[in-house]
């Protein structure tokens, strides 16, 4: 199963109470690409980088862990985003960041691409965002599609053609993941469900929605699921919702359009389980660092999943 992985790396400059700033490699879709290759699966990310300290750090937390990386273009210096942490470990952002991504064909990759994960500020951020749904469109024949908005308000510009620029990405994709938190900003005062039943119309098979220390729901045209979250002792929620998205597309992998579509309440709460106790081993340390396979098999026999 191979993925193909498109969008920003970010180095993230941690600032907490009373410590020094610690920049660690982040960037939502960077963490997805870092985390399937942390869970063993080939995986390609399509992104752009500077060749600067910045840029340097990040290629080689990426590519030691085996995520063969795809240059589609140098920018003037590396994105970063000021991550300012409160007592609670929560996490608030300050960004400079741009994407121009200009690449016109589908990347040379390993092998056959099977599956495209988009994410966050590249998938709605001109003029780069529209080389990304074409690359997209023109791969999804042969392969299924995730999206996550990781809706950043700064960066999203006027509310309504923002909303627009998500669910263009929602209807090229098969399943979706988004927080709670994002739905609140995209769709204020709508609930979960509903969100979720409006963009099942535009396309997807599964939408989930993270809800942090309440846990997570999953739906589909049949089912709602929800599960709890694991009790764990919060370091920070830096790079929890790419951890829960590398372990459900690791979880998923193989599976066609159909299968997707067909998944029962058993599976669904299997899926939550297992994203959710990648999530728990991430927030339990500093910066964006999901489990690997044996970290999180420990973590499910642990809560006992």
């Not at 063969?68 to 929560?90: C, E, F, K």
């Not at 994203?275 to 999901?290: I, K």
Request: glycine residues 12%; negative net charge; charged residues 15%.
């Amino acid at each position: 199963m191979s993925f193909l992985v498109i969008g920003e790396c970010v180095a993230d400059i941690v600032r907490g109470p009373g410590a020094e700033d610690v920049v660690h490699p982040g960037g939502s879709p960077a963490n997805v690409a870092y985390g399937l290759a942390r869970l063993g699966r080939p995986a390609t990310l399509l992104t752009q980088l500077a060749d600067d300290a910045s840029g340097r750090l990040i290629a080689a937390h990426l590519t030691g862990a085996g995520v063969r990386l795809v240059i589609g273009g140098v920018p003037a210096r590396t994105p970063s985003a000021v991550v300012t942490l409160d007592g609670r470990g929560q996490a608030a952002y300050a960004f400079d960041i741009a994407w121009t991504l200009t690449a016109e064909e589908p990347p040379a990759t390993p092998e056959p691409v099977r599956h495209v994960h988009l994410g966050s500020i590249a998938a709605v951020t001109e003029p780069g965002a529209a080389t990304v749904l074409a690359l997209t469109g023109r791969l999804r024949p042969a392969a299924t599609v995730s999206y996550d908005p990781n809706v950043r308000p700064a960066l999203m510009g006027e509310h309504g053609p923002a909303v627009a620029r998500v669910e263009r990405c929602v209807a090229l994709a098969d399943l979706v993941k988004a927080s709670d938190e994002d739905l609140a900003w995209l769709y204020p005062g709508e609930p979960a469900e509903a969100v979720a039943a409006r963009w099942l119309a535009l396309g997807p098979a599964v939408v989930l929605v993270t809800r942090g220390g309440e846990g997570a729901l999953a739906v589909t045209r049949e089912h709602t699921v929800a599960a709890g979250a694991p009790a764990v002792a919060v370091v920070d929620t830096v790079g929890a919702g790419d951890s829960f998205m590398s372990a459900v597309l690791d979880a998923l992998a193989g599976r066609d359009r159909a299968a997707l579509a067909a998944l029962g309440a058993d599976a669904l709460a299997g899926l939550l389980a297992r994203a959710g106790a990648a999530a728990a081993v991430t927030v339990s340390r500093a910066g964006a660092q999901p489990p690997d396979r044996a970290e999180l098999d420990a973590a499910l026999g642990a809560g006992g999943a």
